[in-house]
T-cell receptor
Framework: NAGVMQNPRHLVRRRGQEARLRCSPM?????VYWYRQLPEEGLKFMVY????????ESGMPKERFSAEFPKEGPSILRIQQVVRGDSAAYFC???????????????FGEGSRLTVL | AQTVTQSQPEMSVQEAETVTLSCTYD???????LFWYKQPPSRQMILVIR??????QNATENRFSVNFQKAAKSFSLKISDSQLGDTAMYFC??????????FGKGTRLHILP
């Protein structure tokens, strides 16, 4: 059973370009979380999605950032018109359902490191 | 807003010693879940231990145990007989009733030979 797959592992963009990060959850998981990790800081919650639904996007900047988790295919975190401050590691995690929500046990990908020049 | 606070940015202990990592949180909810995650250097984050708030008994997983003090909103992690492989960043996490999961800033733990 493959784990959570994120790609690309490393992405370099110039200011003003778009960054698109992909996450395939573990098989059978329909809940995906995105977090941002800056050096020497913890994991900052960005967004929580179920298939075809954004459940909570309270941690995501209102402008330039968007996320989706379509019925088919991976979850995508999109950052438009990137700025240097967007440089960070972006982690995706998926969680199995317990019938009432998620168990809370997160299975993490290896992260995507975005560098904005 | 719910928050998770880890007051120890970095700690070092000798191999085989016992170490306790602190975590406090803030919430008005009565039922929630708490977790400790481990992020080894250059490796993926993994779950160490979880605790359900309605369970009074402290969770234990081999050398890892927690001290859950609900009234004090405290959730510390104790690592017994520490090993070199325990060197990692440790994150405390909180899951609310809406399944939002937030993390503290982490504690970098060094196990010294």
């Amino acid at each position: 059973n493959a784990g959570v797959m994120q790609n690309p592992r490393h992405l370099v963009r110039r200011r003003g370009q778009e960054a698109r990060l992909r996450c395939s959850p573990m098989k059978g998981h329909s809940h995906v979380y995105w977090y941002r990790q800056l050096p020497e800081e913890g994991l900052k919650f960005m967004v929580y999605l179920q298939k075809e639904n954004i459940i909570d996007e309270s941690g995501m900047p209102k402008e330039r950032f968007s996320a989706e988790f379509p019925k088919e295919g991976p979850s995508i975190l999109r950052i438009q018109q990137v700025v240097r401050g967007d440089s960070a590691a972006y982690f995706c995690a998926s969680s199995p359902s317990d019938g009432q929500g998620v168990t809370g046990e997160l299975f993490f990908g290896e992260g995507s490191r975005l560098t904005v020049l | 807003a719910q928050t998770v606070t880890q007051s120890q940015p970095e700690m070092s202990v000798q191999e085989a010693e016992t170490v306790t990592l602190s975590c406090t949180y803030d919430t008005s909810e009565s039922n929630y879940y708490l977790f400790w995650y481990k992020q080894p250097p250059s490796r993926q984050m993994i779950l160490v231990i979880r605790q359900e708030a309605y369970k009074q008994q402290n969770a234990t997983e081999n050398r890892f145990s927690v001290n859950f003090q609900k009234a004090a909103k405290s959730f510390s992690l104790k690592i017994s007989d520490s090993q070199l492989g325990d060197t990692a960043m440790y994150f405390c996490a909180f899951k609310n009733r809406d399944d939002k999961i937030i993390f503290g800033k982490g504690t970098r733990l060094h196990i010294l030979p």
